[in-house]
């Protein structure tokens, strides 16, 4: 299905912020009648489940059919399916098309974020006429999009990089503006492979699985894999973390320990063999990314990135990427972190 998508939602909560549905043989029944919205909820359902690989054509079929029946959110997300390539090949131009469609279907998310893409600022509702979305989407210059600055060394041992206004302005205030009222507490992955909160990490986050995904992530994704040349397939779902002031991520290592399988679903997904971190705000004082053992502590201005490779170049786990996500003294921090594996299950 390209890109390992379902396989990338369960390394995350696939399920988390689904909305609460009605039972499940009154959403068959409505979407049975043909109601579009139905369709699109029930589609949404069976993304979740956890044996959603053996209803994957169904519910591919219910968001295009809801999509034709003029449903916006169903087409935002047949949009992210031509990104991602879903049942498909992958399909940017099909993507844009799909998110003008969705603006002219009247929604407000595929609204801003063709402005996002096309990099326009929004017009006055009396300037904009009935071609206007169409207008915005030709404005999209589609490999500017993944284009990202020089890569900077701030260490060879471990191996740690910066690249600066690797995101704008308008593409950060989306992420956090997606992100701002889904976030709860972070956990982490104890030895058994489990999540749980731990005292050690007391800043928040959200991840978003494909059922949560958005084009404008979704080209950020890419424009990580053009960085760090390391293709989307192997990503984990992408985290966009929030730090109050005292909130932090105390020393730790991302990498997952390589006698235990369980960690961190190693065995299928193998080894984190990097993290990749963009600066979204920079509206806060403190908050610095810390590596203490090779004394680098970095903070970036909005749209900077910091990323670095948790194994050496033999790919074993490099004990120098310890770090620590230090506190905010005042203000609040929003960071997008992107872990990535050696593989997807597939590759095994």
């Not at 696939?14 to 549905?21: E, R, W």
Request: proline share 6%; charged share 25%; with cysteine.
């Amino acid at each position: 299905m390209g890109e390992g998508a379902l396989a990338a939602g369960r390394r995350g909560r696939p399920c988390a912020n689904l909305k609460a549905m009605e039972p499940t043989n009154q959403l068959e029944e409505r979407a049975a009648s043909g109601d579009p919205e139905a369709k699109f909820d029930l589609a949404r359902e069976l993304i979740c489940g956890a044996d959603s690989a053996l209803h994957f054509e169904r519910w591919v079929a219910l968001v295009e059919e809801s999509s034709n029946a003029g449903h916006a959110p169903a087409t935002e997300l047949w949009a992210i399916f031509e990104a991602m390539g879903v049942s498909r090949p992958q399909n940017w131009e099909g993507a844009f098309d799909r998110l003008r469609i969705a603006a002219d279907q009247g929604s407000v998310s595929a609204q801003r974020q063709l402005l996002i893409l096309g990099r326009r600022e929004a017009e006055p509702a009396e300037a904009v006429g009935a071609d206007h979305w169409a207008q915005v989407r030709a404005s999209i210059a589609t490999p500017e999009l993944f284009a990202h600055g020089e890569r900077e060394s701030l260490s060879d041992a471990p191996r740690i990089r910066i690249i600066r206004s690797f995101a704008n302005r308008a593409e950060c205030a989306w992420l956090i503006d997606r992100a701002r009222s889904r976030v709860a507490r972070a956990k982490v992955i104890d030895a058994g492979g489990a999540q749980r909160l731990d005292p050690a990490r007391t800043n928040s986050g959200t991840d978003f699985p494909v059922q949560d995904m958005d084009i404008v992530l979704e080209v950020i994704r890419n424009r990580i894999a053009a960085a760090t040349r390391i293709p989307v397939p192997v990503f984990e779902p992408t985290q966009v973390l929030h730090y109050n002031v005292g909130e932090e991520f105390k020393l730790h290592h991302d990498f997952l320990d390589p006698a235990n399988p369980s960690h961190g679903n190693l065995l299928d997904f193998g080894q984190r063999i990097a993290t990749f971190l963009i600066y979204l705000n920079e509206e806060f004082e403190g908050g610095a990314t810390q590596f203490p053992d090779v004394g680098i502590e970095y903070r970036g201005t909005t749209g900077d990135a910091i990323f670095w490779a948790n194994v050496d170049h033999d790919a074993r786990p490099d004990p120098l990427t310890l770090h620590a996500g230090l506190a905010p003294t005042s203000g609040e921090k929003w960071i997008l972190s992107q872990w990535i594996r050696d593989r997807t299950p597939a590759r095994r």
